[in-house]
């Protein structure tokens, strides 16, 4: 079965900290991960993926399938940073599955 | 392009009324998918349609129908409203499948009292 974990439902940070949001994953095939993030008052969106190996943001997400995680790091938090973020994971035409999310607060 | 509308954007219900949320896209897209948001529980699939025609249960059915009306429109229908319906509901579409970026409505806020 597919799983999503989230250990954190609320992280803080102070501007201009670093940030890593942890993720990891349950799945026996070869999944794809990705960060959607929530941002107050506006849709969940896509953040990044991992086969992009792109950064978004300052953000980046490197897949460790031996640790079967998938954890988003920033070295630099700003303020307008601060939202939900879910991790998720798919597999081919398989729908999304979420982890509980964990909201991110930086503080100024 | 307004990309995926739903409708209502609020409503209150009494336990046991009836109501349909909508959810139309513009995007040309095969996989439509209905989740809910509650605190502490993340995103969770209700049902969704991996292309027109098609519908499939998800994590959380219970209580719930759905009708892919065409390519554009998916529907979810609660045909007995209870308070453990409470939640904000998303609707999303993505090309095909999950593995394909997904798009999100702006969400509705249903309330069960």
């Known amino acids: 079965a597919q799983r999503v974990t989230q250990p954190e439902k609320l992280l803080s940070v102070f501007k201009g900290a670093p940030v890593e949001l942890k993720c990891n994953y349950s799945?026996?095939?070869?999944?794809?991960l990705f960060w959607y993030v929530q941002y107050s008052r506006q849709r969940l969106q896509l953040l990044l993926r991992h086969i992009s190996r792109e950064s978004i943001k300052g953000f980046t997400a490197d897949l460790n399938k031996g640790e079967t995680s998938f954890h988003l790091k920033k070295p630099f938090a700003q303020e307008e940073d601060s939202a939900m973020y879910y991790c998720a994971l798919a597999s081919g035409n398989t729908p999304l599955v979420f982890g509980k999310g964990t909201r991110l607060s930086v503080i100024a | 392009n307004a990309g995926v509308t739903q409708t209502p954007k609020f409503q209150v219900l009494k336990t046991g009324q009836s109501m349909t949320l909508q959810c139309a896209q513009d995007?040309?897209?095969?996989?439509m998918y209905w989740y809910r948001q509650d605190p502490g529980m993340g995103l969770r699939l209700i049902y969704y349609?991996?292309?027109?025609?098609?519908?499939d249960k998800g994590e959380v059915p219970n209580g719930y129908n759905v009708s892919r009306l065409n390519k554009r429109e998916f529907s979810l229908r609660l045909e007995s409203a209870a308070p453990s319906q409470t939640s904000v509901y998303f609707c999303?579409?993505?090309?095909?499948?999950?593995?394909?970026?997904?798009?999100f409505g702006q969400g509705t806020r249903l309330t069960v009292v």
């Open positions: 995007m040309n897209h095969n996989s």
């Open positions: 799945y026996s095939g070869s999944p794809e």
């Open positions: 999303a579409t993505s090309s095909f499948g999950g593995s394909t970026e997904a798009f």
């Open positions: 349609s991996a292309s027109e025609g098609t519908t």
